[in-house]
């Protein structure tokens, strides 16, 4: 079955520090998408970053960056020089591509960058 | 703007009472997906929409929401004989057909049970 764990219920950082985000995930499908998505306070989700499951190969986007390794079911998501405006709820999420293309959402992190 | 819209945005109402929202995609996306989320939580599924035909529903949508996409435009979900476990937000979101593609989410509609 479909599933996605973020361990990390709250995280506060100070401005500037680097912040990694976890999520596990867990999937019966060969192909599917994993997502980053942001909800700040106005509570608006927006899209961040997607991957598939045949590139593994990791990459910068300006102070975003992800990890994703197949073999520990991770995606992991850093913030790099954290900001008070990243201050918000990060959801990862799973799109399997032959078992129903909806997605299923972690739990979330509140992440906190503090000045 | 071209985004996701969604009507009311805040909505209250007494127990037993029928609500029903609404949701505009973007112009271009033929899938809508209804989510609920609720306080400290990842949104769920609850159903989406290819064009008008309803292709997945989850067993979270009980026989007491029904939601339409009659001309695969705009789309409405209805939740009859509301209860307080109704009560959060519920979320619109559209995207093409492509797989994987990302979702576009809208503001939601918070719904309030009294």
């Known amino acids: 079955a479909q599933k996605v764990t973020q361990a990390q219920t709250e995280i506060s950082v100070v401005e500037k520090e680097d912040v990694t985000l976890d999520c596990v995930y867990e999937?019966?499908?060969?192909?599917?998408?994993l997502f980053w998505y942001k909800q700040p306070p106005s509570g608006e989700l927006v899209f961040l970053i997607r991957?598939?499951?045949?590139?593994?190969q990791n990459e910068i986007s300006g102070r975003y960056s992800w990890n994703f390794q197949k073999s520990t079911s991770s995606f992991n998501f850093t913030i790099t020089a954290s900001q008070v405006v990243d201050s918000a709820v990060y959801f990862c999420a799973l799109s399997e591509v032959f078992y129903g293309q909806n997605f299923v959402f972690g739990p979330g992190t509140r992440l906190s960058a503090l000045p | 703007d071209t985004g996701v819209s969604q009507n009311p945005r805040h909505k209250i109402t007494k127990r037993g009472q029928n609500v029903t929202f609404r949701c505009d995609p973007i112009s271009e996306h033929n899938r809508l997906y209804w989510y609920r989320q609720t306080l400290g939580q990842g949104p769920e599924f609850l159903t989406y929409?290819?064009?008008?035909?309803?292709?997945?529903k989850s067993r979270l949508l009980s026989d007491r929401f029904s939601a339409e996409r009659p001309k695969g435009s705009f789309s409405t979900l209805e939740i009859q004989r509301t209860e307080q476990g109704d009560s959060a937000m519920y979320l619109c979101a559209s995207s093409g057909q492509t797989p994987g593609n990302e979702q576009f989410f809208g503001p939601g509609t918070r719904l309030t049970v009294l």
């Open positions: 991957r598939n499951s045949f590139d593994e």
């Open positions: 999937t019966r499908d060969t192909t599917y998408y």
């Open positions: 929409f290819q064009n008008e035909a309803q292709l997945e």
